[in-house]
């Protein structure tokens, strides 16, 4: 393992959703193990980043959110939209946005100028939406079906809903934040998460033209350009960002977290040994994605490996975990079987394991 390889300094990816808590509660390990993260002035021992596909508020506010429940300062949050800040050719193009919490509100934060959302496409074409009958309250909850529709009416019209569907095989770029498709909080068994509306819309898309929905992006935890977008985080965290690094994510679903992890591993091998002028460009690890370039002005990457915890507290159960096979028909149907990168470094018991395990070989 790397880390055995070379001393050097590590960083700690921290997944929040069954590794931190459940829903709106603490597991118990969690904060024993950032107490021990801490010194004596409150502040952590190694560079920490909170990495979470949680996509429904800003940073700033699930920052204020996990410091008041862990009782620890939470300074780093990414979430699965945050790369978006990255992809910069399309700030200025015209968007619609499908999400929860303040979507419009986010997207502008993240640099997009021309921001359309599903409430305001449904109020210029209200004939598009059959769901809603009422149109009330304005606080409604969020209707898969109505964004379902209201997408696939984008989509088939080439961003013109008022028209007839265009059965051409032309098709406007489509950036998805969050493949999760099972998450878990207070219930005993995962819930659904917004990998399983990507699911729908896929099935909706193919039912209707024979073809596959294609993705210019693809984002949040397994996506290479997530993992990217922390270590840069995570690198910031240290004064002058500037040192040789070992990743560690601590995280609690194979397919999302470890499958990512791995992933990049892999990327981080192949960017050492490229030239110089491939060396920031980020394969999505899917079939019909383009790479993504990391801006020319960002220094290549310093982190020797990244390594991942999977720990028991959350979407994996030892007990019961599912076959490998299994598990990649949890996965996005863009995200190659390789069951390579399901293994994780180490499996342990809790976040509180795997801090003991860090701190007792790098501190």
Known sequence: MCWQQQRCDAGILLDVDGVLVRGGSVIPAARRALRKLLDHRGDFLLPVVFLTNAASCRPEHKAQQLSSLLDVQVDQVILSYSPLQALTSFHDKCVLVSGQGPITDIAHTLGFKKVVSMEQLREQHPLLDMVDHSRKPKAAPVRWETNLQLLVDVLLTNGRPSAAYDWSPAQL????????????????????????????????????????????????????????????????????????????????????????????????????????????????????QPAVAWPSDEPASATVCCQSILVCTGVYKPASAPAQENVFLHGHRDMSAEASLLEPAFVLENVEAAVDLVLRRHL
């Open 173 to 288: 770029p489509v950036l998805a934040c969050n493949m999760d498709l099972l998450w878990l909080a207070e219930a005993p068994s995962p819930r659904f998460g917004h990998g399983m509306f990507l699911l729908c819309l896929e099935s909706a898309y193919k039912k209707l033209t024979g073809r596959e929905l294609s993705y210019w992006a693809l984002l949040g935890k397994p996506s290479l350009l997530t993992y990217r977008f922390a270590e840069h985080a995570l690198t910031q965290v240290k004064e002058g960002g500037n040192y040789t690094i070992l990743q560690m994510f601590f995280s609690d679903n194979p397919m999302t977290d470890v499958y990512g992890a791995n992933l990049y591993n892999r990327y981080l091998a192949q960017q050492h040994r490229a030239p110089p002028a491939h060396a920031r460009m980020l394969a999505q690890g899917t079939a019909n």
